[in-house]
């Protein structure tokens, strides 16, 4: 038991030092309390506690790839004043204000793209949990097929918008 711990321990440092988590694997791997229920009720709840956490971890993911960009925009920013307020701008000095005017706008339509792309997935998501709520009408455990309807998209995202961007 204890060399699990420790090694449970080393892959959590080496994940967080590398500043990569697959939140995927993280919810996978998450026990739930309520896993043990039986009843309708039960399971219901329980999956509405399941799609809350995934739906947390995409949120904390989606913020995490904003504020990161909007680092790297400022950072930029910074980096050509300083260039800007050198006395003696030569050719390598222009030739980085370039580069980094176009990190700047790359980094903004990037930016721009992905708060797209999450209002769209929203829809979507929203538009398949609906299919199933019709298609699941009246039975008691519809809302807990709702729930894995939008768990499943939610993990799905979370995996497209950790291929979409590398931290630093």
Not at 36 to 44: C, D, I, P, Q
Not at 70 to 83: L, T, Y
Not at 105 to 119: D, P
């Amino acid at each position: 038991m204890r060399s699990y711990v420790i090694l449970l321990f080393i892959v959590s440092c080496c994940q967080i030092s590398f500043g990569q988590i697959d939140l995927v694997a993280k919810f996978k791997a998450h026990k739930f309390p309520c896993d043990s229920g039986v009843t309708s009720l039960e399971a219901n709840i329980c999956s509405g506690v399941k799609r809350d956490y995934a739906d947390s971890l995409l949120n904390h993911l989606y913020n995490k790839i904003i504020r990161s960009l909007d680092k790297e925009i400022r950072e930029a920013k910074k980096e050509i004043s300083a260039e800007q307020s050198k006395k003696d701008s030569g050719t390598e000095s222009k030739e980085n204000i370039k580069f980094l005017l176009k990190e700047i706008q790359r980094n903004q339509r990037l930016r721009i793209s992905i708060i797209k792309s999450q209002k769209e997935w929203i829809k979507v998501r929203d538009y398949n949990a609906e299919v199933i709520r019709i298609s699941c009408e009246g039975a008691t455990s519809c809302t807990s097929m709702e729930n894995q309807s939008l768990l499943d998209d939610t993990l799905e995202r979370i995996k497209i918008l950790e291929s979409f961007y590398e931290f630093p």
